[in-house]
Every structure is written in structure tokens, then in C-alpha cells.
Nanobody, 126 residues
Framework: VQLVESGGGLVQTGGSLRLPCAAS????????IGWFRQAPGKQREGISC????????YYADSVKGRFTISSDNAKNTVYLQMNGLKAEDTGVYYC????????????????????WGQGTQVTVSS
């Protein structure tokens, strides 16, 4: 099983980034893909997740209206489109494969996830 994030970088406040999470080695349609982020000195924060099989998705309040999660099942890839970036969005972003997608799962930072990637750094400068 492999999850590979990419697309991170340095962006100014108000800018946009799109983070792909490429998955392999498991039955993509049967799982949930989620995203959490980790900033220095802060607790990990679950920010979004999606049921691959039907596209049902959830967002943390901190990113609702700015971030959009989507999946391209033909490519086994989930995307996190991040618009209106703020300095507080800075952190390392990880994608995970999990069995459930819910606000409760996000509150736990996807701590029950089966697999996660190596992370990609997002830095938003003010």
C-alpha cells in the first residue's frame, strides 16, 4: 500500500494550491481518503475526507468554503484544492486511507487510519 502526496510549496496569503494524493496497492473504491495537517507545536488536525465510492465528503470548519476534496477514480488519486490560503494553513499535509469519513473521524485526526503518506509541506506567507 502506498499513498504519495505532492503539490506543496510556498504561496502568498490568498493564493491557491492543489495537493494530489496518489494511491496504490489497495482497492481504492472501498476506502475513504482523508487529509490531516500538522503544524509545529500544534495538534494534528483532520481537515477533510471523502468516500471514494460515492463522493460523500466532509470538511473541518477551519477550511469549509475554501478547500475542496475530489477524486479521480481512473487515476486512483484524490485532490485537495486549497483556495484563499491563510498563514494558519501552514503545515505538513498528509493523506490517509481510512474506513470511515465523518466529523468524528476528523476530530480524531484520523488516528485510526490504516495508512498514510510521507506528507507535503505547505507554507503560506503573509
Amino acid at each position: 500500500v502506498q499513498l504519495v502526496e505532492s503539490g506543496g510549496g510556498l504561496v502568498q496569503t490568498g493564493g491557491s494550491l492543489r495537493l494530489p494524493c496518489a494511491a496504490s496497492g489497495f482497492s481504492f473504491d472501498d476506502y475513504v481518503i482523508g487529509w490531516f495537517r500538522q503544524a509545529p507545536g500544534k495538534q494534528r488536525e483532520g481537515i477533510s475526507c471523502i468516500y471514494i465510492i460515492n463522493g460523500e465528503s466532509y470538511y473541518a470548519d477551519s477550511v469549509k468554503g475554501r478547500f475542496t476534496i475530489s477524486s479521480d477514480n481512473a487515476k486512483n488519486t484524490v485532490y485537495l484544492q486549497m483556495n484563499g490560503l491563510k498563514a494558519e494553513d501552514t503545515g505538513v499535509y498528509y493523506c490517509v486511507s481510512d474506513r470511515a469519513c465523518s466529523p468524528a473521524r476528523m476530530l480524531g485526526g484520523f488516528d485510526k487510519a490504516d495508512y498514510w503518506g510521507q506528507g507535503t509541506q505547505v507554507t503560506v506567507s503573509s
